[in-house]
C-alpha cells in the first residue's frame, strides 16, 4: 500500500518519496503511544514517591494536590503537544523515527513550526468518530495517504529511502575476439529490453545456473535473432549485448572495445 | 541506442563516488543527530557536494546509468534537500534570540492583525457562543430545571454549594496548582478541539461554541437562582475576559477554516484551506497562550480571599486590556502585515 510522489527541487531535480501507507503510520502511532504513556507511567511512579515522602510533614495534602495538576498538564501535554513538539523540531515522532518515517511538506521541505501544530491539532478531526477513521477514510481519497492534518497542514509522510550504492554493471569477464568478431557495432535495446537485461544480469549471481539460463533464454532468443548474433551461452548473450548496447560510444572504451590479453577463452560450457 | 559522448556508467561511478560518499556520511550525521551539531566546516561543506549530486543525478539521468545508480543519488539527494531546504522561522536552528524575537511579533503584532483579518469570523463565533449563553441563562433563570438538560444535576448542586460559602477561606496552594493544571487541560483542550473541527466545514466549531455558550450560561443562571449569583460573578469576573475570549477566538478559527473550504473563491478548496490555515494558526496559539493566562488566574487568583471590589476591578482592567490588544495592539509597526512567516 505504498506509493511513490514526484517533487520538484529549485534545482530542477525531480525527487521520487515513497508515501507511507495507514498500516506504518499506525504502527508508528502504537509505538509513540507507547512513548508517551511510559513517560506518564514514570511521572505518576515519582508523584507516588514524592507523596510517600512527605507524608507526616504537614505538606502531603500540597504535594498530592499539586501533583494531580502536574499530571493533568503532563496528560495535556502528551495529548497536544507531544507530537508538535518532535515533528517541529526533528520533523518526526520516536514512533516515526523507529518505522523509519518522516514528515515533510507537500514540496519535500522539513516542515516548521505552523505545518507541525496544524497536522498535529487536527488529529481531534481526524480521530473523529473513533480510532481515526475520519483520518483513515481521507487517506484512502487523496494520493498521498493523507488524513485531515496533512491536507490542512500540506504536509505528507514519506519513508526516507537511503537506497544502498550498487556497483556499476561490468562485463566479467571481458569480451573474447570470437565473440567480438561477430557482436554488431551498433546495437539498439529498448527501454523495457535494458530494464529487463538489468536485472537479469543484476540478479543473476543469486539465481542457480539451470535457472538462470532457462530465464535469459526466454529473451536472449529473440533479440539476437533480431540483432544477427548468436551465443551459446544466452547469459552471456545478454551481457554482450547490454555492454555494447549501453556503453557503446561513451568516452573511455565499454569491455566489449577494450583491447585484449588474455589466455585463450576456456571452453564454453554447454549449458544444458 | 547509442547516447551522446558519456563516460561508462563504471567510469563515471570510480570518478564520482568519492563526492557521494561525503555527502552520505554527512547527511546520515546531520538527521541522526542535527545541523546544529555539525561543525562549521562540514556545514559548508553541504551545499557545493549537493549541487555537485544534484548535478551528478540529472548527468546519471540523460546518460541513462542503471535504475540502482540513479536510485541511488536520487536518495542522496532528497535526504540532502531535507535537510538544506528548512523552513524560515522558528526552527531549532535558529537562536534564542530570534525565537524569542519571533515569539514577541507573534504576540503583539502577527496575533492581533489575524484575528482583525478575520472579523466577520470572529464576531459570527461570539454570537453562536454569547447568543446560546444569554438564553441558557435566561431560560434557566425562568426554570431552573433547564439547567439540568444541559449538565449534569450533581455537578450543578455540587457547584452551587461551593460557591454559596464564598472565597473567604481562600484556596490551598495545593488546591490552586491542582485547578490551573484542570483548567489548562480542560480548556486548552476544548478550544484546540474547537479550532480543529471547523475543518468541517465550520460545523463542528459551531456546534461545540453554541454547546459550551449553553452550557455555561445554564450554569451561571442555575448558580443565580440558587442565591449565588454574586459570588459565580466574584469568580468569574477576573479570567472570563480571557477564557471565553479565547474559546471565541478558537471557535472564530475554526469557522474560518470550515468557510475556506465552503468558499474557495479563486483557489481550489485545497489551496484555500491550506492558505488560510496557515494564517489562522497564530490566533490558535495566540488564544492558548490566553488560555494559559486565563487557567493561572482562574487557578491562583479567582478563587482568592481578595475582597470583591479588588476582583472586580482587575476584572475590569483585564477585559479593558484584552479589549484593547485586540483592536489596537499591532497596527504601528514598521513592518507589513504578514506576519512571522
Request: aromatic share 8%; with cysteine; charged share 20%.
Given at each position: 500500500?505504498?506509493?511513490?510522489?514526484?517533487?520538484?527541487?529549485?534545482?530542477?531535480?525531480?525527487?521520487?518519496?515513497?508515501?507511507?501507507?495507514?498500516?506504518?503510520?499506525?504502527?508508528?502511532?502504537?509505538?509513540?503511544?507507547?512513548?508517551?504513556?511510559?513517560?506518564?507511567?514514570?511521572?505518576?511512579?515519582?508523584?507516588?514517591?514524592?507523596?510517600?515522602?512527605?507524608?507526616?510533614?504537614?505538606?502531603?495534602?500540597?504535594?498530592?494536590?499539586?501533583?494531580?495538576?502536574?499530571?493533568?498538564?503532563?496528560?495535556?501535554?502528551?495529548?497536544?503537544?507531544?507530537?508538535?513538539?518532535?515533528?517541529?523540531?526533528?520533523?518526526?515522532?520516536?514512533?516515526?523515527?523507529?518505522?523509519?518515517?518522516?514528515?515533510?511538506?507537500?514540496?519535500?521541505?522539513?516542515?516548521g513550526l505552523k505545518?507541525?501544530a496544524?497536522?498535529?491539532?487536527?488529529?481531534?478531526?481526524?480521530?473523529?468518530?473513533?480510532?481515526?477513521?475520519?483520518?483513515?477514510?481521507?487517506?484512502?481519497?487523496?494520493?498521498?495517504?493523507?488524513?485531515?492534518?496533512?491536507?490542512?497542514?500540506?504536509?505528507?509522510?514519506?519513508?526516507?529511502?537511503?537506497?544502498?550504492?550498487?556497483?556499476?554493471?561490468?562485463?566479467?569477464?571481458?569480451?573474447?575476439?570470437?565473440?567480438?568478431?561477430?557482436?554488431?557495432?551498433?546495437?539498439?535495446?529498448?527501454?523495457?529490453?535494458?530494464?529487463?537485461?538489468?536485472?537479469?544480469?543484476?540478479?543473476?549471481?543469486?539465481?542457480?545456473?539451470?535457472?538462470?539460463?532457462?530465464?535469459?533464454?526466454?529473451?536472449?532468443?529473440?533479440?539476437?535473432?533480431?540483432?544477427?548474433?548468436?551465443?551459446?551461452?544466452?547469459?552471456?548473450?545478454?551481457?554482450?549485448?547490454?555492454?555494447?548496447?549501453?556503453?557503446?560510444?561513451?568516452?573511455?572504451?565499454?569491455?566489449?572495445?577494450?583491447?585484449?590479453?588474455?589466455?585463450?577463452?576456456?571452453?564454453?560450457?554447454?549449458?544444458? | 541506442?547509442?547516447?551522446?559522448?558519456?563516460?561508462?556508467?563504471?567510469?563515471?561511478?570510480?570518478?564520482?563516488?568519492?563526492?557521494?560518499?561525503?555527502?552520505?556520511?554527512?547527511?546520515?550525521?546531520?538527521?541522526?543527530?542535527?545541523?546544529?551539531?555539525?561543525?562549521?566546516?562540514?556545514?559548508?561543506?553541504?551545499?557545493?557536494?549537493?549541487?555537485?549530486?544534484?548535478?551528478?543525478?540529472?548527468?546519471?539521468?540523460?546518460?541513462?546509468?542503471?535504475?540502482?545508480?540513479?536510485?541511488?543519488?536520487?536518495?542522496?539527494?532528497?535526504?540532502?534537500?531535507?535537510?538544506?531546504?528548512?523552513?524560515a522561522g522558528l526552527s531549532?536552528?535558529s537562536t534564542p534570540q530570534g525565537m524569542w524575537r519571533a515569539l514577541r511579533r507573534g504576540w503583539f503584532v502577527s496575533f492581533p492583525r489575524a484575528v482583525r483579518a478575520r472579523w466577520?469570523?470572529m464576531?459570527?463565533?461570539?454570537?453562536?457562543?454569547?447568543?446560546?449563553?444569554?438564553?441558557?441563562?435566561?431560560?434557566?433563570?425562568?426554570?431552573?430545571?433547564?439547567?439540568?438538560?444541559?449538565?449534569?444535576?450533581?455537578?450543578?448542586?455540587?457547584?452551587?454549594?461551593?460557591?454559596?460559602?464564598?472565597?473567604?477561606?481562600?484556596?490551598?496552594?495545593?488546591?490552586?496548582?491542582?485547578?490551573?493544571?484542570?483548567?489548562?487541560?480542560?480548556?486548552v483542550?476544548?478550544a484546540?478541539?474547537?479550532?480543529?473541527?471547523?475543518?468541517?466545514?465550520?460545523?463542528?466549531?459551531?456546534?461545540?461554541?453554541?454547546?459550551?455558550?449553553?452550557?455555561?450560561?445554564?450554569?451561571?443562571?442555575?448558580?443565580?437562582?440558587?442565591?449565588?449569583?454574586?459570588?459565580?460573578?466574584?469568580?468569574?469576573?477576573?479570567h472570563?475576559s480571557l477564557e471565553?475570549g479565547a474559546?471565541v477566538l478558537a471557535?472564530g478559527s475554526?469557522?474560518s477554516?470550515?468557510?475556506?473550504?465552503?468558499?474557495?473563491?479563486?483557489?481550489?478548496?485545497?489551496?484555500?484551506?491550506?492558505?488560510?490555515?496557515r494564517e489562522i494558526i497564530v490566533i490558535v496559539f495566540g488564544a492558548a497562550a490566553m488560555l494559559l493566562m486565563a487557567a493561572g488566574i482562574?487557578?491562583?487568583?479567582?478563587?482568592?480571599?481578595?475582597?470583591?471590589?479588588?476582583?472586580?476591578?482587575?476584572?475590569?482592567v483585564l477585559f479593558v486590556l484584552v479589549a484593547l490588544y485586540v483592536t489596537l495592539a499591532g497596527r504601528r509597526s514598521d513592518d507589513n502585515g504578514e506576519g512571522a512567516r
Amino acid at each position: 500500500m505504498d506509493a511513490d510522489v514526484a517533487v520538484e527541487s529549485p534545482e530542477h531535480i525531480v525527487f521520487r518519496y515513497r508515501i507511507a501507507g495507514p498500516a506504518r503510520r499506525c504502527v508508528a502511532h502504537v509505538i509513540d503511544w507507547f512513548v508517551y504513556s511510559t513517560a506518564l507511567a514514570v511521572l505518576v511512579l515519582v508523584m507516588i514517591f514524592a507523596m510517600a515522602g512527605a507524608r507526616g510533614q504537614g505538606v502531603s495534602g500540597f504535594v498530592a494536590e499539586a501533583s494531580g495538576g502536574l499530571l493533568l498538564v503532563a496528560v495535556f501535554a502528551t495529548q497536544w503537544l507531544y507530537f508538535v513538539a518532535w515533528e517541529a523540531t526533528l520533523g518526526r515522532s520516536p514512533g516515526k523515527m523507529v518505522v523509519g518515517l518522516r514528515v515533510v511538506t507537500t514540496e519535500g521541505r522539513p516542515i516548521g513550526l505552523k505545518a507541525a501544530a496544524l497536522r498535529n491539532f487536527l488529529r481531534a478531526a481526524d480521530a473523529l468518530p473513533t480510532a481515526y477513521i475520519a483520518g483513515v477514510i481521507c487517506m484512502a481519497m487523496t494520493s498521498r495517504f493523507q488524513r485531515l492534518g496533512d491536507l490542512v497542514a500540506a504536509t505528507m509522510v514519506v519513508v526516507p529511502e537511503h537506497a544502498a550504492k550498487a556497483a556499476a554493471l561490468d562485463l566479467v569477464p571481458p569480451a573474447y575476439p570470437h565473440e567480438l568478431a561477430t557482436l554488431p557495432e551498433d546495437i539498439s535495446l529498448d527501454e523495457d529490453e535494458r530494464a529487463a537485461i538489468e536485472l537479469f544480469l543484476r540478479r543473476r549471481r543469486g539465481l542457480g545456473p539451470a535457472r538462470a539460463n532457462e530465464l535469459a533464454a526466454m529473451i536472449a532468443g529473440p533479440i539476437g535473432e533480431r540483432i544477427g548474433f548468436r551465443h551459446p551461452d544466452p547469459a552471456r548473450l545478454l551481457a554482450l549485448v547490454y555492454d555494447r548496447a549501453v556503453n557503446a560510444g561513451r568516452t573511455d572504451a565499454p569491455a566489449s572495445l577494450r583491447s585484449f590479453s588474455l589466455p585463450p577463452p576456456p571452453p564454453m560450457q554447454q549449458a544444458r | 541506442m547509442s547516447v551522446a559522448s558519456n563516460v561508462t556508467e563504471k567510469a563515471f561511478v570510480d570518478r564520482r563516488t568519492r563526492d557521494w560518499e561525503e555527502l552520505d556520511a554527512l547527511t546520515r550525521k546531520a538527521h541522526a543527530t542535527r545541523l546544529r551539531k555539525l561543525s562549521s566546516h562540514e556545514v559548508a561543506r553541504l551545499p557545493p557536494l549537493y549541487r555537485n549530486v544534484c548535478a551528478d543525478l540529472a548527468a546519471s539521468q540523460v546518460a541513462r546509468y542503471s535504475a540502482p545508480l540513479v536510485d541511488y543519488l536520487r536518495g542522496l539527494t532528497a535526504s540532502a534537500h531535507t535537510l538544506l531546504y528548512a523552513p524560515a522561522g522558528l526552527s531549532v536552528r535558529s537562536t534564542p534570540q530570534g525565537m524569542w524575537r519571533a515569539l514577541r511579533r507573534g504576540w503583539f503584532v502577527s496575533f492581533p492583525r489575524a484575528v482583525r483579518a478575520r472579523w466577520r469570523s470572529m464576531t459570527l463565533a461570539a454570537g453562536l457562543f454569547f447568543i446560546p449563553l444569554a438564553i441558557g441563562a435566561w431560560l434557566t433563570l425562568r426554570d431552573p430545571a433547564f439547567a439540568f438538560r444541559v449538565t449534569p444535576e450533581a455537578m450543578l448542586r455540587q457547584l452551587t454549594e461551593a460557591y454559596t460559602h464564598g472565597f473567604d477561606a481562600g484556596r490551598g496552594a495545593g488546591e490552586s496548582v491542582m485547578m490551573a493544571g484542570f483548567y489548562i487541560n480542560n480548556n486548552v483542550g476544548i478550544a484546540l478541539r474547537c479550532f480543529a473541527l471547523g475543518v468541517f466545514g465550520g460545523l463542528g466549531s459551531a456546534f461545540y461554541l453554541v454547546q459550551n455558550g449553553i452550557t455555561i450560561g445554564a450554569t451561571l443562571g442555575y448558580v443565580t437562582s440558587q442565591g449565588a449569583g454574586m459570588n459565580i460573578l466574584t469568580f468569574i469576573v477576573g479570567h472570563s475576559s480571557l477564557e471565553l475570549g479565547a474559546i471565541v477566538l478558537a471557535g472564530g478559527s475554526g469557522l474560518s477554516l470550515g468557510w475556506s473550504v465552503v468558499s474557495p473563491g479563486d483557489r481550489t478548496r485545497l489551496a484555500s484551506l491550506q492558505k488560510r490555515a496557515r494564517e489562522i494558526i497564530v490566533i490558535v496559539f495566540g488564544a492558548a497562550a490566553m488560555l494559559l493566562m486565563a487557567a493561572g488566574i482562574e487557578g491562583f487568583w479567582s478563587a482568592s480571599s481578595a475582597p470583591r471590589t479588588v476582583k472586580f476591578a482587575v476584572g475590569t482592567v483585564l477585559f479593558v486590556l484584552v479589549a484593547l490588544y485586540v483592536t489596537l495592539a499591532g497596527r504601528r509597526s514598521d513592518d507589513n502585515g504578514e506576519g512571522a512567516r
